[in-house]
């Protein structure tokens, strides 16, 4: 049976960024901190060695596959920092367009740095992620 690798933690947040060796990175990190807290209203946690997730929500596919998965997430990874958005939603790619200077993936948007990107395109992004997950998988 499947076993989903990338879990909500105890680790901490700061700690995990405070560990981040890029200062610049580093100082975006602690703004995406501050945006996705205030734009999700969630706190924020560990989603395995070096996710910050906001919120959470509970998916089961057809396919019986279901786990557990932040709502809306960054990552400051070595090579760009990784945002995490839901999938399947048409709206993003329609904001995304307006984001900045960026690369995407199915659920990742992959920034250099925050200089680079609308910060208020981003918060619309983070809202349309959290809205989207709530109607498609409201809370038990």
């Known amino acids: 049976m499947y076993e989903q690798k990338t879990k909500e933690t105890d680790h901490s947040v700061i700690e995990f960024i405070d560990n981040v060796e890029n ?3 580093r100082e975006d990190a602690y703004k995406l901190l501050d945006i996705f807290t205030e734009t999700t ?5 560990m989603w ?7 919120g959470s929500y509970h998916y089961k596919y057809e396919s019986g596959h279901e786990g557990a998965a932040p709502r809306a997430g960054f990552s400051p990874r070595k090579a760009k920092i990784s945002l995490y958005f839901a999938t399947g939603d048409t709206e993003r ?17 992959y920034i250099n740095k ?8 981003l918060k619309a992004m983070i809202k349309q992620s959290v809205k989207f997950l709530n109607e498609t998988y409201p809370d038990d």
């Open 93 to 109: 790619a329609r904001l995304q367009q307006q984001l900045g200077k960026h690369t995407a993936g199915k659920a990742c948007v």
């Open 41 to 45: 209203g969630y706190p924020a946690k």
């Open 23 to 25: 200062l610049k990175k």
């Open 48 to 54: 395995g060695p070096s996710i910050i997730g906001f």
């Open 114 to 121: 925050i200089d680079d990107i609308d910060v208020e395109v």
